[in-house]
């Protein structure tokens, strides 16, 4: 079965400060997305950055970037200068090329302080 | 550009009663559609998916059913609703076999 684990239920740091969310997955796949989603207080779902497994380069979005290691299946999530708004909870996702269905992480809650 | 609506933002319903929780996409055609519940503080648990006009595919057995009547529309819906059935609803949409899912706002459902 696939899954994604994300094993920090509850992470915080300082404003300003990096900040790194781990993710791991399972699949026996070899053509695959992943990507890390944003959920705010409102609940709204906010895709913050994806990468795709064919792709050795990480993907990287402003301040956030990923640190994709394919034999080790771990993508993590590096959030740069971190900002207030920047609170929430975080899930990674994973895609398998094969049936286009987003598996789910249990997520992480991230809470910047000023 | 494209858009998803979602509605009601939030529902309070009896226990037993019908339950019709509706999906718009704008801007896109024939888009995958999904419909995830969201347990508090956890992942999201993939309840349908839908890759045309009348195809549902069921994840999980359950209370609720879903229905596709029109190619941007899609529908959640329950014929009598379980104190189980509270939680976070989420609709989504993807193009057609690639890329990441784009959310609705969410319904928030508590049955009493």
């Known amino acids: 079965a696939q899954t994604v684990t994300q094993s920090q239920p509850e992470m915080s740091v300082q404003e300003a400060e990096t900040v790194t969310l781990s993710c791991t997955y399972d699949t026996s796949e070899n053509n695959y997305y992943l990507f890390w989603y944003k959920q705010p207080p409102s609940r709204q779902m906010i895709l913050v950055i994806r990468?795709?497994?064919?792709k050795q380069q990480n993907a990287t979005e402003n301040r956030f970037s990923v640190n994709f290691q394919k034999a080790a299946k771990s993508f993590s999530l590096k959030i740069s200068d971190s900002q207030l708004g920047d609170t929430a909870m975080y899930f990674c996702?994973?895609?398998?090329?094969?049936?286009?269905?987003?598996?789910w992480g249990a997520g992480t809650k991230l809470i910047i302080k000023p | 550009s494209q858009t998803i609506h979602q509605w009601p933002a939030t529902l309070v319903q009896p226990v037993g009663s019908p339950l019709s929780l509706e999906c718009t996409v704008e801007?896109?055609?024939?888009?995958?559609l999904y419909w995830y519940r969201q347990a508090a503080g956890r992942g999201l648990q993939l309840l349908f998916y839908s890759v045309g006009i009348g195809q549902i595919s069921s994840e999980v057995p359950q209370n609720l059913s879903a229905s596709r009547p029109q190619d941007r529309q899609f529908i959640l819906s329950s014929k009598k609703l379980l104190l189980s059935d509270s939680g976070f609803y989420l609709c989504a949409w993807s193009v057609v076999l690639n890329t990441e899912a784009f959310f609705g706002q969410g319904t928030r459902l508590t049955v009493v």
């Open positions: 996702a994973f895609m398998p090329d094969s049936n286009y269905q987003l598996i």
């Open positions: 990468q795709e497994a064919y």
């Open positions: 801007g896109t055609s024939n888009p995958n």
